[in-house]
């Protein structure tokens, strides 16, 4: 008879049985086309995720420019989870900042554009600095998210000229396209210098 006509159990690679007939090029083809088809060994770029993907497929998922950072992920049945690539991250300073009590002020060019739906980590630190003279807390948000002000009870006291570091991270389930920025407050204003700011967004599953 005609093979190969046995699989293994787990990948489902073919084989021959003692029943088939001797046609070892045949044998082999069939060998290496299934291998060529599991992704897992080699998977493919794709600018968008599949729209029906079988359980266990795996993409490198391109961002979209100027960054086109790449992610490695396997479809689990209901997400995208994400095992391989770097964060979106981008840097900068900002000086005579100000702010008051209840109001957030954007930091220029402190944005990041999320390249698809799904789970991110955000993470923001660096150094802020207050130069007025009267002293006050202060402390640094998230903008664009479902809970921006998630992290506004973590203020720092500042006195004129002391510089003090600041951390923020969250979690946030964020939509295609969404804008997460980072927001500057103080209870009651004040006259802010940042250094060294680096806002990352890290994704850990895409859903679409």
Request: net charge neutral; proline share 10%.
């Amino acid at each position: 008879m005609a093979g190969p006509s046995a699989t293994t159990p787990r990948l489902a690679l073919p084989y021959p049985i003692p029943d088939d007939t001797v046609d070892v090029p045949r044998d082999l083809q069939a060998l290496a086309t299934k291998l060529d088809g599991i992704t897992g060994i080699s998977p493919p770029v794709v600018t968008a995720l599949p729209a029906s993907p079988t359980i266990g497929q795996e993409v490198i998922y391109q961002g979209p420019p100027p960054a086109s950072l790449q992610w490695r992920c396997r479809w689990t049945g209901s997400t995208w989870l994400v095992f391989g690539g770097p964060p979106i991250w981008i840097g900068g300073s900002n000086s005579g900042v100000t702010g008051g009590a209840g109001v957030n002020v954007a930091l220029p060019g402190m944005t990041i554009t999320i390249p698809a739906a799904g789970r991110y980590t955000i993470r923001a630190q660096g150094n802020r600095q207050l130069t007025s003279a009267t002293a006050t807390v202060a402390w640094t948000n998230f903008s664009g998210g479902p809970n921006p002000d998630a992290d506004a009870t973590r203020g720092f006291f500042h006195v004129q000229n002391a510089t003090l570091p600041f951390v923020v991270e969250t979690a946030l389930a964020l939509a295609a396209s969404a804008v997460i920025g980072l927001v500057h407050s103080a209870l009651v204003g004040g006259t802010f210098n940042y250094y060294q700011s680096v806002l990352s967004a890290m994704p850990s599953e895409f859903t679409g």
